[in-house]
């Protein structure tokens, strides 16, 4: 009896999520298909719900003519790597593309669209995406 409702509990057991990605290609294709492609470093992040709001202070944007002119970023994702939010480094530096759905709502990534940063820089310069510095 006690067997059967071990067992029991396994099935009962919620499941984890996971964050599976296709490799993410630095083409051109790439560049044009999301709304802005920036490399930024989290500066705070306040969890709503499933999804964290990240306040993102821009240090580099090659694509995003709307993020060009701006210091920080609003960037909504899941809460955690493992449901595909985002996941900078120890100093809290990623790259990624964003986008926007609708045009009108929070600007948005996810860990399938993070890079690296110097794989994206160099993406950036071979296909003629001008790099605008970040303020400060």
Not at 24 to 39: E, G, H, I, P, Y
Request: glycine letters at 8%; a positive charge.
């Amino acid at each position: 009896m006690l067997l059967a409702l071990g067992a029991l509990g396994l099935v009962a057991a919620p499941s984890a999520s996971a964050c599976s990605c296709v490799p993410l290609v630095l083409n051109k294709q790439t560049f044009k298909r999301w709304d802005a492609a920036v490399v930024g470093r989290v500066v705070s992040t306040k969890p709503r719900g499933a999804r964290a709001v990240h306040k993102v202070r821009l240090l580099r944007v090659y694509r995003g003519a709307r993020l060009k002119k701006r210091r920080f970023v609003r960037i909504t994702t899941a809460r955690h790597g493992a449901s595909c939010g985002l996941e900078p480094d120890r100093n809290g530096r990623f790259a990624a593309f964003l986008y926007k759905r609708p045009r009108s709502g929070p600007w948005r990534t996810n860990l399938c669209l993070q890079a690296d940063p110097a794989a994206m820089r160099r993406a950036a310069k071979k296909l003629g995406y001008a790099r605008t510095l970040g303020c400060g």
